[in-house]
């Protein structure tokens, strides 16, 4: 269900103009609409920037104009932020899941959309995801994760656990 939902969001981005390695920000606490739309985004080798909630609004306004996001998907807690600067906001299309007024809803729009995979490919150097610094000695950057950086991660952790378990 999760691969047929993250494609549906594939196939969204891609009409609303996302492209290999374009920036997809995310504003929510943990749900499954983060894996949808990561994984979508994945799909299209495009890279999911997670937007800190515990941010004020005018933090989250530039991360997502300094990331240069053609998406941006708000969850419902987080409306007040759209409501302080969304106008301010330069992503191309802004969602909010649940829907809110003036924003076009996330349900609705990822269910207009087929479930078929773009079949885009990635490369080592490739950015896989994301996040932003604290900026605590200015604004926050950017800081890119690639593909190979991400499997070695993930092979690090599967070999401390499989040490763990024998």
Not at 62 to 88: E, S
Not at 113 to 135: E, I
Request: aromatic content about 10%; charged content about 20%; overall charge negative.
């Amino acid at each position: 269900e999760l691969y047929q939902r993250s494609q549906q969001v594939a196939q969204a981005m891609a009409a609303a103009g996302v492209g290999n390695q374009d920036r997809v920000a995310f504003l929510d606490k943990n749900g499954i609409e983060h894996f949808e739309v990561f994984f979508g985004a994945a799909l299209l080798n495009a890279v999911c920037v997670d937007v800190n909630w515990r941010l004020a609004p005018p933090e989250v306004e530039y991360i997502v104009n300094d990331a240069q996001a053609k998406v941006l998907v708000v969850g419902p807690d987080f409306t007040h932020v759209l409501d302080a600067v969304g106008d301010k906001i330069d992503a191309g299309k802004v969602l909010v899941i649940g829907g809110h007024e003036g924003y076009e809803s996330y349900e609705d729009w990822v269910a207009s959309f087929p479930a078929d995979d773009p079949g885009s490919t990635s490369a080592n150097d490739d950015v896989a995801f994301q996040l932003y610094s604290s900026g605590t000695t200015g604004r926050p950057r950017g800081v890119c994760l690639t593909q190979a950086q991400q499997d070695a991660v993930a092979t690090t952790y599967w070999n401390v656990w499989l040490v763990r378990l024998i």
